[in-house]
């Protein structure tokens, strides 16, 4: 078909249609622009009631921690761990007398025999008291009390040794001597070092 229309009305044509294309453009831009709007707005109020969610979940948490004591848990947590370490100072002194007897009664020189044993006041050693049949018996137990191969103490000093028959308890034994031991580090007489290896 031939246009015979005159070139104005063609022209007026062609830009109508390009308006009613432009405008068709307009209003998807505009449509897009409202649901990128709803879909920032939507976003924005789900972060706002999450945030106010997790925070209402924290004052709940902390609300039940106050409820639950903590503090007061903590402090019976110290409590306990405070009489632990005392009751672990009170084994660490704690001597093991039955097998610490039968020790330095195994090391006695023939001759001599332990009369008394007293613990010292820091328990680091004791005071130990024994007789013997002569000076020399007498000497020998601080000899034999000392030797490491014994495993008794770390140190043995002789008090005082006193030899007459006349006024001794007992006559076959008239020498009484006095000794100050000390223990060894990691002897085994003490309770809390019976784990460890011998």
């Excluded at 925070?55 to 947590?77: I, M, R, Y």
């Amino acid at each position: 078909m031939i246009n015979l229309l005159p070139p104005e009305i063609k022209s007026n044509y062609r830009y109508a249609r390009r308006s009613v294309g432009l405008r068709k453009w307009v209003i998807a831009f505009a449509v897009a622009l409202v649901g990128l709007g709803g879909l920032a707005t939507y976003g924005l109020l789900t972060f706002q009631q999450s945030t106010l969610q997790y925070s209402n979940q924290v004052a709940a948490a902390e609300e039940q921690l106050q409820k639950d004591k903590l503090n007061q848990t903590k402090k019976q947590v110290q409590d306990v761990s405070s009489s632990l370490k005392l009751a672990v100072q009170v084994l660490s002194n704690e001597v093991l007398f039955s097998k610490l007897i039968s020790q330095i009664g195994a090391v006695m020189p023939q001759g001599a025999v332990l009369s008394a044993l007293d613990i010292n006041k820091n328990n680091t050693g004791l005071d130990l008291q024994a007789r013997a049949v002569n000076y020399d018996a007498a000497t020998q137990i601080q000899v034999n009390l000392t030797d490491p191969a014994n495993r008794v103490f770390a140190k043995v000093d002789i008090v005082n040794i006193t030899c007459n028959s006349q006024q001794a308890q007992d006559a076959s034994y008239p020498c009484l001597v006095q000794l100050r031991a000390l223990f060894n580090a990691n002897n085994q007489f003490l309770f809390i070092n019976q784990g460890a290896k011998q």
